[in-house]
C-alpha cells in the first residue's frame, strides 16, 4: 500500500516505487518512475524528480543538444577547478569508453538502462585487449557520468536518465611487500653504495612517500636539523594537445590536501642524508636545480638496484606498501600512519595499504594463547 499523498509504493519484488508527472503531452500527464531498496530513498529521489519536473513547466529548458557537446561545455567548466592531469583523465575516458556509446544521442533520449548498459558492457569487454575495465575506472567512469548530469541539470537541459552504481566485485591482488631479510638487503646495499638515487629509495623505504613526490622533492624540503622532511610537490609525466609532443613532465600539488604533509625523519636517515652536501633549490635525486629524474626512470633504476641485490623484482610502489606494514608491525597507531602516508582517511590505510605478514599474525595468535594461559 502507498503511504498516504507520497505516490509511493512497495513492489513484489521487495523494491519501492515511486511515480512523479515528467511532463504534460497533448494536455496529458507523462508519468516518471523512480526505485529504490527503501521508501526513504525512493521519497528522496522523488523530491529531486518534482523539483526538476516543475523547473521544466515553468519553461526554463534549454534547446536540446548532443550529449557529447553538453559533456565538453562540463569538461570546459571543469578547468577552473580541477587539475590539468585530472582534466586530461577526464578527457580520456570520455573519448575512449563514453563517447563512442552515447556521445552522438541527444541528451533528452538518453536513458537509464543505456547508461546501465554501457558500463556493464566495458566492464566485461571494455579496454584495449576487450577483456574488461578494472572496477576503478568504471567508478570513475560512473563518476564522470553523475558530474555531467549534474552540470546539465543545473544548465536546465532537458534530461530523463539516472546514473545507478555498477557493482562489481573486486578480485583481491596481492601486493609485494619485501620480507625482512629482503629489506635488510637491500637496505645495506643502498648505504653501502652512496648515491643520489639510492638515497631516494631509502627515504621512500622508512617514509613511505610515493614516488611522484620524490621526484619533485627539492633539498630545502629537508631540515637535517629538525629531523623533518616535507612534501608539497609530486612530478608525473601527462598527456598534451601539441601535436609535436605527445606527453609532458610536470611538477604540480599532491593529489589532495591530505598529501601535503611534514614527515619526521629517523635518526638512521638524518646521519645517511647528512653525507650529502647540495644547494637548497636542488632536486634531492640529482643535486640540480634543472635536472630532474622523472618517475618512469626512477622506476627502472629501482628494478635494476633489486636486479644486483639478488632481490626479486617488484615495483617502486612496493617501497611504500612495505613501510606501512612494518608501521603496524612495530605497533604504530593507525592514525599517525594514516597522516604519515597523507591518506583523507584512516580507512585507506587500513583497507589498502596496511598488510599483516604471515609473521605479525603468528605473533598476534601466540599473544592470545598466552592470555588464554595466564586466564
Not at 583497507?351 to 594461559?373: A, G, Q
Amino acid at each position: 500500500m502507498p503511504r498516504k499523498g507520497e505516490n509511493i509504493y512497495k513492489r513484489k519484488d521487495g523494491r519501492w516505487e515511486g511515480r512523479y508527472i515528467r511532463t504534460y503531452e497533448g494536455g496529458r500527464a507523462r508519468y516518471g518512475y523512480i526505485y529504490g531498496k527503501s521508501y526513504s530513498d525512493v521519497r528522496k529521489k522523488l523530491i529531486e524528480k518534482k523539483a526538476e519536473a516543475g523547473t521544466r513547466k515553468e519553461g526554463k529548458d534549454v534547446e536540446d543538444d548532443l550529449f557529447m557537446n553538453i559533456s565538453e561545455r562540463w569538461l570546459d567548466s571543469c578547468k577552473n577547478t580541477c587539475k590539468e592531469s585530472t582534466i586530461i583523465k577526464y578527457r580520456n575516458l570520455l573519448e575512449y569508453y563514453i563517447k563512442p556509446y552515447i556521445g552522438n544521442i541527444r541528451m533528452s533520449t538518453v536513458r537509464t538502462h543505456m547508461v546501465t548498459d554501457m558500463m556493464l558492457e566495458l566492464s566485461c569487454c571494455g579496454g584495449r585487449k576487450s577483456n574488461g575495465l578494472s572496477v576503478k575506472t568504471i567508478a570513475d567512469l560512473t563518476s564522470i557520468m553523475r558530474r555531467i548530469r549534474k552540470f546539465a541539470l543545473a544548465h536546465h537541459y532537458w534530461l530523463d536518465f539516472e546514473v545507478e552504481e555498477i557493482r562489481l566485485r573486486k578480485e583481491p591482488r596481492e601486493l609485494r611487500i619485501f620480507d625482512h631479510k629482503e629489506q635488510q638487503i637491500l637496505c645495506e646495499f643502498l648505504i653501502d653504495n652512496k648515491c643520489l638515487c639510492h638515497a631516494g629509495m631509502l627515504i621512500c623505504l622508512y617514509t613511505g612517500i610515493r614516488i611522484g613526490e620524490l621526484c619533485a622533492l627539492k633539498w630545502e624540503d629537508i631540515s637535517l636539523e629538525k629531523k623533518t622532511l616535507h612534501v608539497q610537490k609530486t612530478m608525473l609525466r601527462i598527456q598534451t594537445e601539441d601535436a609535436g609532443q605527445k606527453t609532458k613532465i610536470i611538477v604540480t600539488s599532491p593529489k589532495s590536501l591530505s598529501s601535503v604533509r611534514t614527515i619526521p625523519v629517523q635518526d638512521m636517515l638524518v646521519e645517511y642524508l647528512a653525507r650529502f652536501e647540495e644547494e637548497p633549490g636542488a632536486y634531492l635525486l640529482t643535486g640540480s636545480e634543472e635536472k630532474y629524474v622523472e618517475p618512469r626512470t626512477m622506476q627502472n633504476r629501482f628494478k635494476s638496484v633489486l636486479k644486483k641485490c639478488g632481490v626479486h623484482s617488484a615495483n617502486f610502489h612496493a617501497l611504500r606498501h612495505t613501510f606501512a606494514t612494518r608501521c603496524v608491525e612495530a605497533g604504530f597507531d593507525i592514525k599517525s600512519l594514516s597522516e604519515i602516508l597523507g591518506h583523507s582517511s584512516v580507512n585507506i590505510t587500513l583497507n589498502r595499504y596496511v598488510h599483516p605478514t604471515m609473521e605479525l599474525k603468528r605473533s598476534n595468535m601466540n599473544k592470545l594463547t598466552e592470555f588464554l594461559t595466564v586466564r
